[in-house]
């Protein structure tokens, strides 16, 4: 008989704690809402990988439960941060709204450098490795196409590992101070070429100044490859 009476008593314990369970929603949707919200909201480049973590809501919290689904919000540009807070409300006839704190992770293949590096070395397919990192953490830019490094210089001293960005590599200068070039001006029916010299280094793009061997002008030219440079008419 005592059995009886304490099975009994432990069925109504637990199905007291089970309408109590039912009273309050649920936390897991909750951080469910935030998660589905992130990997709809976000707004990703090609090649990223994004990875959520949404932090757990503190055991004490009972929120009355909610008989419609929720619903999901940011104040913050959280495509510009690696951490905010993502609200989620209850709009019943009850309604009920909270703040849940999220930290996202974007990660993504980029290009570091293998080996060390000399001021002035050209970089080749030796010299980089691909790894993956979370471009949140990067205070800089990054490359993820290696051909856009190869043939590149190095502006100073580069360690292993370090990752390649704008302010490590410049293009190399395919023409030299002092070297002989062509100087072409072009419109769409004429070709004018006369013989110059180099007044300053120059990779290819960039603009240089020039001396005009014959009219002995110092003129600005864009660098087009070794040995000849344009001018606009």
């Given amino acids: 008989m005592r059995l009886f009476y ?3 008593m432990l069925s109504m314990i637990g199905t007291s704690a089970a309408s109590t369970a039912k009273q309050y929603h649920s936390h897991d ?3 469910s809402t935030v998660n589905d919200f992130l990997q709809n909201s976000l707004q990703l480049s090609k090649g990223i990988e994004l990875k959520t973590t949404v932090s757990h809501l503190d055991p004490r919290l009972k929120l009355t439960r909610c008989d419609i689904p929720l619903s999901a919000f940011v ?3 959280m495509n510009q941060n690696a951490k905010f807070s993502v609200g989620v409300k209850c709009t019943d006839q009850k ?3 909270l703040y849940v704190s999220v930290n996202v992770e974007k990660f993504t293949n980029l290009y ?3 080996s060390p590096l000399s001021r002035g070395e050209a970089i080749t397919e030796d010299n980089i490795q691909q790894v993956k990192r979370d471009i949140n953490k990067l205070r800089s830019g990054f490359y993820t196409n290696k051909d856009e490094l190869i043939g590149m210089v190095a502006k100073r001293s580069i360690r292993a590992g370090t990752i390649f960005s704008n302010k490590h590599i410049t293009p190399p200068m ?3 101070r002092g070297d002989n070039v062509d100087i072409v001006a072009k419109t769409s029916s004429i070709l004018i070429r006369m013989p110059g010299k180099a007044m300053t280094d120059g990779a290819k793009g960039q603009r240089i100044r020039v001396k ?3 009219s002995r002008r110092i003129i600005n030219a864009i ?3 070794p040995g000849l440079v344009k001018v606009r008419m």
Avoid: E, G, Q, Y
């Fill in 29 to 31: 949707d909750i951080r």
């Fill in 174 to 176: 395919i023409i030299k």
């Fill in 95 to 97: 309604p009920w709204s």
């Fill in 75 to 77: 104040s913050s540009d």
């Fill in 212 to 214: 005009n061997n014959s």
């Fill in 112 to 114: 570091v450098a293998s």
């Fill in 223 to 225: 660098v087009v490859t």
């Fill in 6 to 8: 304490f099975l009994l």
